[in-house]
């Protein structure tokens, strides 16, 4: 495909809202993952994510607004306008008509839908808010997003598990190489930190239970991991064609230039063990990226921090880097501050971008001892590469793979 | 308190606008440009406020505060 320019970058997340704080803090290796305190969840099996406090303080949302929106919603309307002030857009010059909004999602707004459920047993229905219909269902962010900058394009919400962002990232791109947008809103949101979704996400199984460690709970690829640890955020960028960019007098941040992806077909929770599909997918996006394995610098891993599906992540990028693989610089960063599920693929390839621009490879946290060996981990702290082209995975439940090439 | 003023407190704490935005004689749809959901909770909470029944078609997105005002009272008069 062509390549298509990010120009503006929008990170609301536990590690730091705005890119520049959100840098900061990964590039110096530090957690953010913490013991939950909006509510009493002690009982859980897992009890600890990545949260972000006081979202007010960063918003300028009106209370009236508030009031008839999920934190999902809210965490998209923020991330939506550092983005756009990060482009240097302003939407009002814009024609609504094409302009489009592509986000993932995974689980959708629970914090509302909680607590109007609550209130529908115990007031009867004249105790449910009107606004829940419209706050509580996954594609509820890409709604708000719109009606707040009146964006009238073709638009979608991918929900895909934890692969849900990435998807619609590579999405938007295919949809920009049409022609038929002139920007795009694309990433994702994702606020899980609440007690029915904290249960579901419980109940999956997946989650790490070291609640007495939880900084040091969330260890993708190594010996000791029992599962990711959940965090909440969004991360939306704005996409254009290289040519727009070019006649705004805009220096693109980096490119999308490839993406794929594939299904396992095997389970209805779990991902193959071969990998053969995740590596297919990989195949696919670099051929669509018109780029060869020894061009990639960076990949940025999906470490769910379970055996199944860590261990055939690998296995499908030694399959495709062969001899090589010991040279890439890879790491998996959201072991800093949570899964952001939905979110996670958009904010990943944000880290990577950030990653490109400081010539910075951040760090996985806590590998301390790899359960698969002949792998460039980078860990205990970034370490400067020049990378010009990279592989950002993501993955969802069911075997969902997906793969973007962003470049320099 | 009197009923316009009763009125205008209960819409300010429920959709969470500013009282001088909320003007006696104008819609709530020019005053405030509330949307349909707003009007379906704003009926629900004027019926709890006033112990009153008031049905979409007594008021509306082009009711003012003064026509909000007549129905309750004369509803709480009956």
Redesign the interface.
């Given at each position: 495909m062509d390549k298509i320019a990010i120009t503006g970058i929008g990170i609301v997340s536990p590690s730091g809202i705005n890119k520049r704080q959100f840098w900061a803090n990964i590039k110096s290796g530090r957690s953010f993952v913490k013991e939950i305190t909006r509510f009493d969840a002690s009982k859980y099996p897992s009890h600890i994510a990545g949260q972000i406090d006081e979202l007010n303080k960063y918003s300028n949302i009106s209370e009236r607004l508030l009031k008839k929106i999920d934190a999902f919603s809210h965490m998209a309307l923020i991330a939506s306008e550092l983005a756009l002030q990060d482009a240097g857009i302003d939407i009002k010059n814009e024609d609504p008509n094409l302009v489009g909004i592509f986000l993932g999602n995974a689980i959708g707004g629970w914090l509302y839908a909680e607590t109007e459920l609550r209130d529908l047993y115990i007031e009867g229905r004249e105790g449910v808010s009107p606004y829940m219909a419209s706050a509580w269902f996954p594609a509820a962010p890409q709604g708000q997003v719109s009606i707040y900058y009146g964006i009238k394009g073709f638009s979608k919400t991918v929900v895909a598990d934890r692969a849900g962002s990435l998807m619609a990232l590579g999405y938007g791109a295919k949809v920009l190489n049409k022609n038929k947008l002139n920007m795009i809103l694309a990433g994702g949101m994702e606020a899980p930190v609440s007690p029915y979704a904290l249960l579901c996400c419980n109940t999956y199984g997946a989650l790490s239970k070291n609640n007495s460690q939880p900084q040091e709970a969330y260890k993708p690829f190594d010996k000791k991991r029992d599962g990711f640890v959940i965090g909440e955020g969004a991360g939306i960028v704005v996409m254009e064609s290289v040519q727009r960019a070019s006649k705004r007098g805009v220096k693109p941040l980096a490119y999308i230039s490839g993406y794929s992806t594939s299904c396992d077909g095997i389970d209805r929770i779990n991902c193959a063990s071969d990998g053969v599909e995740l590596a297919r997918a990989i195949k696919l996006a670099l051929a669509d990226a018109k780029t060869n394995i020894d061009e990639i610098d960076y990949i940025s891993l999906d470490g769910a921090a379970i055996n199944l599906w860590d261990d055939s992540e690998l296995q499908a990028i030694k399959s495709i880097f062969g001899a090589r693989t010991k040279d890439i610089p890879m790491s998996c960063p959201k072991s800093m501050f949570g899964n952001l599920l939905g979110a996670s693929g958009a904010v990943d390839m944000i880290t990577t971008i950030l990653a490109m621009e400081h010539s910075l490879v951040p760090v996985t946290l806590n590998l301390d001892e790899p359960s698969m060996k002949g792998f460039n981990y980078i860990t205990k702290e970034a370490k400067e590469y020049k990378i010009d082209k990279a592989l950002v995975i993501s993955r969802g439940r069911g075997g969902i793979n997906s793969v973007l090439v962003v470049e320099k | 308190m009197e009923m316009k003023a009763k009125v205008k407190e209960v819409l300010v704490n429920l959709?969470?606008?500013k009282p001088e935005e909320l003007k006696d004689g104008v819609s709530l749809e020019e005053s405030i440009g509330v949307d349909s959901?707003e009007m379906?909770?704003s009926v629900?909470a004027l019926e709890k406020a006033f112990g009153v029944k008031l049905s979409p078609k007594e008021i509306s997105k082009s009711s003012s505060i003064d026509d909000i005002a007549k129905i309750i009272s004369s509803k709480i008069s009956v």
């Open positions: - | 959709l969470k606008v959901t379906v909770e629900i």
